[in-house]
């Protein structure tokens, strides 16, 4: 290559590494800016990107600490409903992976290392089961969790959860598993290993990260879930946090919470750039191995 | 390699069908059975009752009413406008979306590809679209479009048909073109990590002879580079084009249906939860299901997606 040709490759790169920055982190900065204008500013219109005067009262409203800028309490009403979302978020999300990825786990090593009949009928089931519309449930689930008493209660989402979390786990999981050098087991049993020990030692270690990376994005899957969190609840009981801020208005329907909004956002987005900045590797590596062998 | 390779049971029998083979199968299928039943329960059933109170006409309000109407409620739907209407919705957005995902997708691979400082800070900070919740990516970008408070009217008033005063959600086009930027603000990261392991996939060898034989940047691209990566690509189109089209989330926040942006989804949503008619919303459920297979089929009949070899199991 010219050095000519070489210097623009390198110029365009730097040119999309720019673009792809503010692509992915504009958004971002966006609500937080928002989550520091006060409602008064909202209220008046506010289309500048920075805030005139930054504010916490946004943050204090919706964690319910302290005393707002003009000296009262902030509303306990907010607060309570966006914290309890938080938890029942946090909840039902946690459960549903848990539960996908120890089924998920058991059907993955039975696909990566066993010899049976159906291994590619389950496979194929568990993708097409991933491509099913979810709001096909909410017809039939509203009916039959009214009957079961299941309506607007955890395992009501976390049920439903399993059709999209257990397919995503074992499809990740399997790809995963695949490239495991299961021989290594044998290897420690000649070496005098007995096979506990060399489950312990040699497997765990080596499958524990793809279980770990399919957790992650079974757990992303299940934080984002909306259809299903709006249609089967009702109050903050099980409301989880997308379902709780779509249906969040404020005092005034004609002008909505922005700020307040956006705080909500910025809030629940923490968790994720926090586990994306730890496990970014890892997650890179279980979105595509999934679907493409990278 | 394939899985059997590593397994000493399989590599011995065969043959035979031995007692440690049978075994195996044995294991294998109750390993599978869970995830299996599982998965059986809580999409099969549902879609069974689904199918049957299809058949009723069935309104929660009015639950002593119930009534075998057949397959009524299936032709009020394909008769009526609304359905064909957001149906039409429903693909254009997926197809729009997935068009300009596939290719803004594939520029964002090839600069990942290429760039050799701050890998970690773009893979991160691409990830980060990915894993925000598409609920809070709608509110983002409704306030970004929005009339008092948002700072697209600002910043681009000097392009033709946008003021200081441009109300995105009080026309249908406006609106619509408002949630596809949520939806592929959020989704082309996905698209372009699937189009990164592609990318990566394809021999620098094979780019290297042709480029000593004289193949233009662009030949390069047309006749070595993407018909290498061709199962990569077809995976993340099937992938993105099915998830586009239960699009729910964005319209939802953004737009509540207003300006006729009603998706498919959501059509089933409002007809079961906010109509309670049952027996429609269940008839509207299996129609769902139906096109998305339909259209999982087309995809993978068109454009022969072979799955298996995408992952590598060929």
């Not at chain 2, 773009?122 to 925000?132: D, E, F, K, N």
């Not at chain 2, 070595?224 to 993340?236: D, G, K, Q, T, Y």
Request: charged share 15%; net charge neutral.
């Amino acid at each position: 290559m010219s050095t000519k040709a070489r210097a623009g490759t390198v110029a365009g790169t730097s040119v999309g590494f720019v673009v792809i920055m503010i692509w992915c982190l504009l958004p971002v900065a966006w609500i937080i800016s928002l989550s520091f204008k006060s409602t008064a500013e909202t209220g008046a219109g506010s289309p500048q990107f920075l805030p005139k005067d930054g504010t916490l009262d946004n943050y204090k409203t919706l964690l319910g600490v302290g005393k707002l800028s003009d000296g009262s309490e902030p509303d306990p009403a907010v607060s309570h409903d966006f914290l309890h979302a938080l938890i029942n978020s946090f909840g039902v999300a946690l459960i549903a992976t848990l539960l996908s990825v120890v089924f998920a786990t058991l059907a993955a090593y039975a696909i990566a290392r066993l010899e049976f009949k159906g291994k590619r009928l389950v496979l194929s089931l568990a993708l097409a089961i991933a491509m099913f519309p979810v709001v096909s449930l909410v017809g039939p689930l509203f009916d039959m969790w009214r009957t079961f008493h299941l309506f607007n209660t955890w395992p009501g989402l976390i049920i439903p959860y399993m059709t999209f979390t257990l397919p995503l786990a074992i499809w990740t999981l399997s790809a995963f598993f695949r490239e495991i050098p299961w021989e290594m087991e044998q290897a420690a049993q000649v070496d005098g290993a007995t096979s506990w020990q060399a489950f312990r030692k040699v497997i765990v270690p080596l499958a524990a990260p793809g279980v770990f990376t399919a957790a992650i994005l079974t757990f992303f899957f299940a934080w984002n879930e909306f259809v299903l969190a709006i249609s089967l609840t009702s109050t903050t009981d099980s409301r989880t946090v997308p379902a709780q801020m779509s249906f969040f208005v404020g005092a005034d329907p004609f002008n909505p919470p922005y700020g307040q909004l956006a705080t909500a956002s910025v809030v629940v987005t923490v968790p994720i750039i926090v586990i994306v900045l730890l496990f970014q590797r890892k997650i890179v590596a279980g979105l595509t191995s999934g679907a493409v062998k990278g | 390699m394939t899985a059997t390779a590593t397994t000493p049971a399989a590599t011995a029998g065969r043959a035979t069908k031995s007692d440690r083979s049978n075994a195996e199968n044995r294991l294998g299928m109750r390993l599978v059975a869970p995830a299996v039943v599982v998965m059986l329960i809580v999409t099969a059933w549902p879609m069974i009752q689904a199918l049957y109170l299809s058949l009723f006409k069935y309104r929660l309000t009015t639950p002593d009413e119930k009534e075998f109407v057949g397959i009524g409620n299936y032709t009020s739907i394909l008769t009526d406008g609304l359905f064909w209407k957001d149906t039409v919705n429903t693909v254009i957005i997926m197809v729009v979306t997935v068009a300009i995902e596939l290719v803004i997708g594939f520029v964002f691979a090839m600069v990942m590809h290429r760039v050799i400082f701050a890998r970690g800070v773009i893979r991160t900070s691409i990830l980060i679209p990915y894993g925000i919740i598409t609920v809070v990516s709608a509110f983002a970008w409704q306030f970004t479009f929005s009339l008092s408070n948002g700072w697209v009217n600002s910043w681009f008033d000097w392009l033709p048909g946008i003021a200081a005063d441009t109300n995105w959600f009080g026309d249908h086009w406006p609106a619509m073109f408002a949630i596809m930027v949520s939806e592929i603000w959020k989704t082309t990261p996905f698209m372009s990590l699937l189009l990164l392991a592609g990318l990566s996939q394809v021999s620098e060898d094979m780019i290297e002879a042709a480029k000593v034989d004289g193949a233009t940047w662009w030949q390069r691209l047309w006749k070595v580079v993407l018909p290498n990566m061709r199962a990569a690509i077809m995976v993340a189109v099937l992938f993105r084009a099915l998830d586009a089209f239960r699009i729910f989330d964005n319209i939802f926040v953004m737009t509540r249906g207003a300006q006729d942006t009603e998706s498919s989804s959501f059509l089933t949503y409002r007809q079961v939860i906010e109509q309670f008619q049952l027996g429609l919303g269940s008839a509207l459920s299996v129609l769902l299901f139906l096109t998305v297979l339909l259209l999982a089929f087309l995809i993978v009949r068109l454009f022969r997606v072979d799955l298996a070899q995408a992952r590598g199991e060929s």
